[in-house]
């Protein structure tokens, strides 16, 4: 703001009315970068969490990974996984690359097991069937 004063009394509403719309201006422009700031701070704060976050699942899997491949093959083979099936377990991509084995449909599937025909070649222990 400036000290300068107009001579003319007519101008000076005009003049004062300036100076206020100035200032106002000023004061928003102040509000308008710092909530700017604030919002950038916002953005970066949740990158820098969203970074932080991947760093620690890549170490998490890093480290799963690490553990399974610590173990023989033949405890690799109890739980049903190679060595070269670790990476794709750890990542959670192992279901997708397993075939899905469904159930055959309800027409081509009999359980020969429970059916009377499977039950009379058991042993016959008088009312007690066992499967032998």
């Known amino acids: 703001m400036s000290d300068w004063r107009n001579e003319r009394p007519e101008l000076q509403y005009y003049i ?13 422009a102040g509000y308008l970068a710092v909530a700017a700031v604030g919002r950038v701070a916002r953005v970066a704060v949740a990158a820098v969490q969203a970074a932080l976050q991947a760093v620690t699942a890549w170490r998490d899997k890093r480290a799963a990974l690490r553990e399974i491949l610590l173990l023989d093959d033949r405890m690799l083979r109890d739980i049903g996984l190679t060595r070269a099936d ?5 990542d959670g991509t192992l279901r997708e690359r397993v ?20 039950l ?9 069937r066992r499967a032998a």
């Not at 670790?86 to 750890?90: L, M, T, Y």
Request: proline share 4%; aromatic share 6%; with cysteine.
């Open 16 to 28: 004062e009315q300036a100076h206020e719309a100035r200032a106002e201006a000023m004061a928003r």
């Open 86 to 90: 670790a990476w794709a377990a750890v």
């Open 99 to 118: 075939r899905d084995v469904s159930a055959p449909d309800p027409a081509d599937y009999r359980d020969v097991a429970l059916s009377g025909y499977a």
């Open 120 to 128: 009379a070649g058991c042993n016959d222990n008088g009312v007690r």
